[in-house]
């Protein structure tokens, strides 16, 4: 094999791939870790991958607002829907919004796969390090060396590390100079302080709620497990939650005046599972007893599970995270190209990125558009 390459891709996952179907006229090489590619993209979204979502907006994601505009107005929803329908795939809208693949997410990684223009595709082989003599990079990876004019690294976070994920792109962004934004898991469960451990009793039970965490709201449903609380809404709310209180209204759209006149058990009046209903009254010490009983101050107290303020211990960590907020600083990357300002002919692109998208196929939206980015820069060279 020839080891000199106009373009070399690390990362085999939404965005290397997507650089590769869209790359033009290079002799371009894939260096992935994992067996086969798309590891990701093929346990996403419970195996049928959410592409994207109807409405993508900057407000959808953390990291630079300007920055996260730019690469999405040149690769939106519309032209990701278009780009994989116009290859045969069904999708199927669902909740939220959210697009997903009508039958498998595999349906996907292979229309990606045909599409790639790759010269090479190094699969089963880890890139360990990556120097850069006289403007030509060497990459040296566990079983061999390769040179390349330009380096792509699309090798994603660190979250779910059961589907291959190494520091790889971190350790080059700093290496060249880049700074990276603190990583933390995020899309990922909630664990509990002491007092709340009460909710672990609980596991398997679901609810629908809306979440406070700083100023954003997050509404879905929260699933109560061994480890803490998880499901959608939490996963959603653990992006912008640091340290500090949540706040969770077990009773979305209920007005507890409503039942003020009820003659039934409180736990039995309230909308939600009856041993979620007793477990907040015993927690909250009040008695389960006809409803128009409650005192004044019984009724008060209960008003609480319309905003239930507690700190979480921490997150269920990155193995269960679905995505890893913080990454290279997109202060120092070129919203033209994604090209490093501090290291000409790399770029960074995905996950990798200190953009974070919110629950609902905004992560793999940026996958793909700034892949988009990245290679139509390239490409107009
Ligand atoms: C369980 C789960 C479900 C998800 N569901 C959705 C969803 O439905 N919708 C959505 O929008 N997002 C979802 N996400 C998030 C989304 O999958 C990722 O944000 C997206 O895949 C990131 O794409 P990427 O190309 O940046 O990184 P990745 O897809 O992670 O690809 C990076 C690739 O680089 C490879 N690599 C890493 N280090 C090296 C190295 N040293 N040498 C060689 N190769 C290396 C990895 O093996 C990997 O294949 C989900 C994530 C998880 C974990």
Redesign the pocket.
């Known amino acids: 094999m020839n080891n000199f390459f106009d373009v070399v891709i690390?990362?085999?996952?939404?965005?290397?791939l997507m650089f590769a179907s869209l790359i033009k006229d290079k002799k371009t090489a894939l260096?992935?870790?994992?067996q086969k590619l798309g590891?990701?993209?093929l346990?996403?979204?419970g195996g049928k991958?959410?592409i994207t979502n109807e409405f993508v907006t900057d407000k959808h994601f953390l990291g630079d607002a300007n920055f996260v505009k730019s690469a999405i107005k040149s690769f939106d929803q519309n032209v990701t829907l278009r780009y994989f329908q116009s290859r045969g795939l069904k999708t199927a809208k669902l909740k939220n919004n959210q697009f997903f693949c009508d039958k498998s997410a595999k349906e996907l990684v292979d229309i990606l796969s045909k599409e790639s223009k790759l010269h090479t595709i190094l699969t089963g082989?880890?890139?360990l390090d990556v120097d850069k003599y006289d403007d030509i990079f060497t990459l040296k990876t566990s079983k061999r060396e390769l040179r390349a004019r330009h380096v792509v690294m699309?090798?994603?976070?660190l979250?779910?590390a059961s589907?291959?994920?190494?520091e790889?792109g971190y350790k080059i962004a700093k290496k060249f100079g880049n700074n990276i934004i603190k990583t933390a898991p995020a899309l990922v469960g909630l664990t509990l302080q002491k007092e709340q451990f009460f909710f672990k009793e609980l596991s398997g039970i679901s609810c629908d709620v809306v979440i406070k965490a700083g100023e954003h709201i997050c509404e879905g449903s929260l699933l109560f497990a061994h480890k803490g609380i998880s499901g959608p809404a939490v996963l959603d709310a653990s992006l912008y939650w640091e340290k500090g209180e949540i706040s969770i209204d077990f009773l979305p759209n209920i007005k507890l005046e409503d039942f003020r006149n009820s003659n039934k058990n409180v736990s039995t009046v309230l909308p939600i599972s009856k041993r979620l209903a007793s477990a907040l009254l015993i927690h909250l010490g009040i008695e389960d007893k006809k409803f128009s009983l409650l005192s004044k101050s019984e009724f008060e107290k209960l008003k609480i599970i319309k905003e239930y303020h507690f700190s979480p211990a921490g997150t269920f960590g990155y193995n269960k995270a679905?995505?890893t907020k913080g990454g290279v600083d997109t202060g120092e990357i070129s919203q033209k190209n994604m090209m490093s300002t501090k290291c000409e002919n790399l770029y960074f692109?995905?996950?990798?990125l200190d953009v974070t998208?919110r629950l609902g196929?905004?992560?793999?939206?940026w996958?793909f558009s700034s892949a988009f980015v990245c290679a139509n820069g390239i490409n107009k060279e």
């Open positions: 690390v990362g085999g996952g939404a965005s290397g260096i992935e870790h994992n590891a990701k993209i346990i996403s979204g991958c959410n082989e880890e890139l699309a090798s994603g976070g979250s779910y589907v291959g994920v190494s790889i679905e995505v692109i995905g996950e990798v998208g196929g905004y992560n793999l939206q996958a």
